[in-house]
Structures are given as C-alpha cells and as structure tokens.
C-alpha cells in the first residue's frame, strides 16, 4: 500500500505540470488583457504596468518567471484587484467555499445514499418511481437556472428565506444555495447506488443469507451496503471537487462571499494571477480526492491489491 501511495503521488507531479502550463498558455494567448480598458490608458502608464507584472517579456519568459514563483509557494499578485496577492484572495473567500460545498456534499451524499437503497428495496414499485422523478428534476435543470427559480419562488413571493447576500451565523442565507448544490449530487449518488444495490441484491451470496433466515436489514447492513457503495465512493471525490468548483456559480448567483465573486470577476477582466490560482487551487483540491478515493477502495473491497 505504501509503495501504491508513493508513485500516485509520484504521478501527481507531472499531471500538475500540464496542466498549470495548459492553463497558463491558454490565458495568454486569449484576447484581451488586464489592462484593456474603454478608456485607453496613456502609453506611458501602460508600459509602466506591464513591466510591473512582467507582461512586457517574452510568452516563454513570462511562464518560467510564474513558475519559478509557483515553486516558491508564491501565487503572485492580483493584477485587477490593487494591494492584494492571490494568496490573500483566495484565504479570504476559500474558507467560506469549503463549508458551502461540505455541507452540501455531506447532505447529498447521505441523501443520495439513502435515495438509491429506498429504490433499490423497492424496485418497480412506487417508491422507485417517485425518487427517479425527483433525481431527473435535479439532473435536468441547470445550478444557476434551479438557484434562480428558488430565488423566486421562496425569496421573492413566498419569502420564507433570504433571496441572496450573507450575514455571520445565518443559516437561512444558505439553504437555497446549498439545496443548488446538493440536489444533482444527490441525484448522481442516488443513481448509482440503486444500480448498484439491485446488482448486489441480486448475487449469490445475498440470496443465501436470505435463504439462511437473516432479516431484510441484517442483509442490508451486513452484506448489501459495502459492495455496493463502491461505485459510489468512485464518485465521491469527483463529486466533491464537482461541488466546489460549482460553488463559485451558485456563490455568484446568490451574492455569497467566496471565491466565486473573485474567480468570476477575474476571469471577465482577464486577471491572470488570479484566475490560475484558483485553477492551481482547485486542481490540488481534486488531485488530493482521487488519491483518497482510490485508497477507500482496499477498506470497502478487501480483494483490491495494489501492486
């Protein structure tokens, strides 16, 4: 196991390599700059700003400059947002991303769960059939389309909740958003619990502890649910890092303090620093939930090895 977790994070480092290179060229080379303005700026200040931020060397010497600062832990500074590093940004928004996505990644995933053995159980019946009406509903509509409805319908007419903002220690302002977030999660995990349960239900040695007297919940609990959460368990690090990165719409949407505002304000005025920081963020953030995900796996099936 120690070896298999040695050259996973051996694997790591090349997989983040091509990826903040793809990522910094792409920014780059795409139209328009920090500095474009409606109003043009003189030239001589406009010089003055892109050798500030080095935008006035070569491409190539620009990306060894970014990632000889990258080794050095240094995300660099924003170049929209005055008197504030990258690093300062997103210590300021991150904190409050990561409990919006946690709270809506534990209650989906414990929803989702419970949705998809409830089907599984009662296959063909009624139950099935109102759950999979409700995991379409989450599937088909959009975050930001679903987070606009909710704003609607319990914000502005029946105003049962906050429409949008923030207030400290306000649960209220986040249970729309984290409702947005949770429901196509939950519906994912929902689905493939139940496709996942029914196979289990149906092989060999669940029908012999049937056959042996054992009761409907002793075989759910004792022999159903392990085998069939691991294809759940598989999702659940893509799933998780799904939540955050799609937090920064939903935070957008309704007005929420985190790094959605930064990241999306950012990307519109082509702020480099900034905009690959939050990439390089959540880009560690995933690459630490695979490892994770794939190490769940010898705990839930002991016939995994890892050679």
Known sequence: ????????????????FI????????????????FDQERALPPAILRNLRAAYDL??????QYFIYIGRLLRG????????????????????????????????????VAGIAAGTIAAVNQNKWPDYVLVLVVMI??????????SILQLVFGVYLRWLPAGGWQNGSMA???????????????RISRLMRGSMIEVLG???????????????????????????????????PGLSYLLTGSLIVEQIFSLPGIGRYFINAALSRDYGLVLGTVILYMAIILVLNLLVDLAYA????????R
């Open 1 to 16: 196991m120690l070896t298999y977790v040695l050259r996973r994070l051996a694997s790591i480092i090349p997989v983040a």
């Open 138 to 147: 989450g599937l088909i509509i959009p975050n930001f389309l679903m987070g």
């Open 74 to 109: 240094d995300l660099g500074p924003s170049m929209v947002v005055q008197d504030f590093t990258v690093s300062q940004l997103l210590a300021l928004g991150l904190p409050f991303s990561l409990m919006l996505g946690l709270f809506a990644f534990v209650i989906a995933t």
């Open 173 to 187: 302002h986040l249970v729309m958003p984290v409702i947005v977030l949770a429901w196509p999660h939950a519906a």
């Open 203 to 237: 092989s060999n040695y669940v029908r012999t502890a049937k056959a042996k007297g054992l009761g409907e919940r002793l075989v759910l609990s004792r022999h159903a649910i392990k085998p069939a959460l691991i294809p759940v368990v598989s999702y659940l690090g």
């Open 19 to 34: 990826a903040v290179t793809a990522c910094f060229f792409i920014l780059r080379l795409a139209p328009g700059g920090p």
């Open 56 to 61: 006035d060397q070569p491409l190539v010497i």
């Open 299 to 306: 705990w839930l099936d002991p016939k995994v090895r890892y």
